[in-house]
């Protein structure tokens, strides 16, 4: 094979090298595993000393072959394995089979999203999934969207969106133009105490500072105490401060608890906020039939964060921010001649740079487009059914064993739990099964050291949970005598 071809062209001699270089890396991928554990379990220090050895950047190109040999033999080995059901600590999901064949059409074309000219077929598929997107969350005509790189800029998206649009109605100032008004400092966002921290960045990155954010009590099963939150936002209003947004989680990282957006509805209208659902984790859970009333109705939010990358089980990066209102994107617009003229738009060319943070971007839509297709409503659907009542078996299995503690029961399919023994042994029970090759969350409740699995494998069957509490015994008992 020459290395000497450098990019895809007409020419059969380059079409045949591109088939034949993915056919010899996808045998290097499918040679470079053999059993279902999710990591080799190579010490962490061991694997930087071998990466660290490789010469990366020689002044003689290896060619593609030996470069491959090299990747197979030093690096894939020890990657993680996210198809394993040996892995679960993260909201962090296999590719669905089909969006990988989805990310080789993406990268090999290379579109980008910022104008028409640069993706044409991949702007009318995103716009057209946003389309469909708006309709599935209960969006009417005037919603709009766009995709993003992942939750944190979804999140971002909106509330950039939310002050703007907050300062604009209030105080009759516009922040794209003038910047922050003089009272930002009294500006704030309320959002659950377990909420992710893309809020503190984001108001961080809109010149509120951390302070802005108002984390609001949780109730016992992690959701935002609606109590009182009207009494905390109500005494910030008496004291002179400005509530702006309020943030319903759909899913939290964690627990997978979802905030009641009904109430929150309320107490945004009563306070005059925009409402965000972050339903980056279970935005997933509208594909189902059996569980899409456990996140209650989004369509009662001004704007809702969706993650692809999460319950969708799509590859890294893919995301969308949904508007109810077409008109709250508008913040990101902005005209250059040297990309997004405003005679190209009246013409047709919609050029999608202008409801985006991001100029360059991705055709990430495809991949959505891609599996919906392939998959429909009841394909999708079947996985969420199976992802969460994998949650719900595992979460009875545990409260009816003695040895372990299950404080709060899933909405959607993530499990924190705890051997009800100290919290070294907990810890110690991770680490001995991650060298084993199954890689299991940690985290903290109420000061405790508690472990985590995020089911989102489809592939995991109530079989696989009952051998894997036995592990986690075998473990501690292990942990324990030695
Ligand atoms: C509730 C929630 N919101 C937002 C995010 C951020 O998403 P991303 O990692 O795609 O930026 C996460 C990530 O886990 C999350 O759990």
Redesign the pocket.
Known sequence: MSPDNTVLSHRGEDRKQLREQLEATLEAINSSYSDESAFSGIDPNELRRRISQIDILPEEGLGFDAALDLLRREVLPHMLRTWSVDYMP??HSPALMESIPAELVISTYNNSMDSWDQGPAATEVELATVRLLCSLFGYGADSDGCFTS????S?LSAITAARDWWVKKNLDWDVKKHGNPDCYGRLRLYTSSI??F?MEKSCHLLGLGYEAVVKLPVDSQCRIDLAEARRIIQADVDRGLLPFCIVA?I???DFGSVDDIAGLRKLADCFGCHLHA?A??GSGAVMSRRYRDRTGDLSLADSI?V?F??MFLLPI?C?AILVRNAGLLSCFELHADYLNREEDEEDGYVNLVGKSIQTTRRADALKVFFSFLTRGRNGYGRIIDTVISNADHFYERLCSDRDFICPVRPTLSSVVFALDRGDDVNRAVRRRLLSEGCVIGQTVYQGRVMLKFTLLNPALTPAHIDELIERIRRAAAGVEES
Do not use: C
């Not at 992942?150 to 800029?153: K, R």
């Open positions: 993260h909201l992942g939750g944190s800029q999140n909420s992710h893309s989680t899913g939290t990282t972050d980056a984790y964060t993650d990358h999460k990066s995301s």
